[in-house]
């Protein structure tokens, strides 16, 4: 890919790497049918081509972000699929790595991202914290719907595979997204997913309302967290009910008429082959008559058979001149 990194980018030790991410890149394409947001959103800018577009810009120009660079690479899940898929081995990881650092130092969030942010780096990593907000968390339940945006919608739906003694309700993956979407009526919806390593703990999935899981083979129950993300976005679109799929172009069907002097025609030529015998039609021609509708044949269908007939009559007309 071209860029236009200057001499200083490039020998940077830390954006360094980046640029060599960036001119490894093709654009091929590849790595779209793996990407989990591409596939779900079917936004260039959500797939890694698009954001390596993205990040590209950001980069070679330093400075402050826009809001669209930034709402775009955030929406990376950091799953690395589209690392199995590059047939030019792009450091994809590197490359996220150091624009999302580039964001943190000369982007500033909304005071509602940055309290969150904030939240989840000082409590999430401390487990005397963690407990803290469980407890609170069941204090304040029956208020959270009303809470405003994401706060209202954390911890909604929690999946895991593991059976927990502690879990609240349980619901198949797909009962879950009807759930989801009934609730998406009235306020957000937030589904949580653990790490690749673990996938969620009793406390964190204690914390969500409904427990779904995806009711794959026992003997291979558990999911990357990309696959099972792409899962829970189908069930989810299924359930919203944009399940319609294309439709193939249909074409003129044939008329009685046609399909009668098709069997007219496919007598006269069985008939000048001899494997028709007329005087001992036997069941052949009901047979044919009961294919020739149960195929539903179009006009233009009827008009190849006929030429294949027609074809056969004149190397029969041959053959019987010699």
Request: charge should be positive; glycine fraction near 6%; aromatic fraction near 6%.
């Amino acid at each position: 890919m071209r860029y236009n990194f200057t001499p200083e980018q490039i020998a940077d030790p830390q954006l360094g790497p980046a640029t060599q991410a960036v001119r490894s890149c093709v654009h091929c394409g590849f790595c779209t049918a793996t990407c989990p947001t591409y596939v779900v959103l079917g936004d260039e800018r959500d797939s890694p081509r698009g954001r390596i577009v993205l990040m590209k810009d950001m980069l070679e120009k330093g400075g402050a972000p826009t809001k669209e660079q930034v709402y775009h690479i955030d929406r990376c899940l950091s799953c690395l699929n589209c690392k199995t898929a590059c047939p030019s081995s792009v450091n994809y990881q590197r490359l996220v790595d150091q624009a999302r650092s580039h964001i943190q130092d000369h982007y500033k969030r909304p005071l509602s991202d940055r309290l969150l942010r904030f939240a989840i780096a000082k409590v999430m990593t401390r487990p005397a914290l963690v407990r803290i907000g469980l407890l609170l968390a069941k204090v304040t339940a029956p208020i959270a719907a009303i809470l405003p945006g994401r706060l209202g919608a954390m911890a909604r739906i929690g999946l895991s595979a593991r059976p927990r003694e502690y879990a609240g309700r349980v619901l198949p993956l797909r009962d879950a997204a009807m759930e989801a979407i009934a609730h998406a009526n009235a306020g957000d919806v937030a589904l949580v997913f653990g790490t690749e390593m673990s996938g969620l703990s009793n406390d964190e999935l204690a914390r969500c309302g409904i427990a779904a899981t995806i009711p794959a083979n026992d003997a291979f129950s558990s999911l990357n967290v990309a696959a099972a993300v792409q899962v829970a976005a189908y069930e989810l679109r299924v359930a919203a009910g944009l399940s319609q799929v294309w439709s193939a172009p249909r074409f003129s069907p044939a008329t009685h008429d046609e399909i009668e002097a098709l069997h007219a025609h496919a007598r006269r030529t069985l008939t000048a082959l001899r494997f028709l015998k007329p005087e001992n039609p036997r069941r052949l021609l009901p047979r044919l008559r009961r294919l020739f509708g149960r195929a539903s044949l179009e006009r233009e269908e009827v008009n190849i058979l006929r030429g294949i007939l027609a074809r056969v009559d004149e190397f029969v007309a041959k053959a019987d001149k010699q």
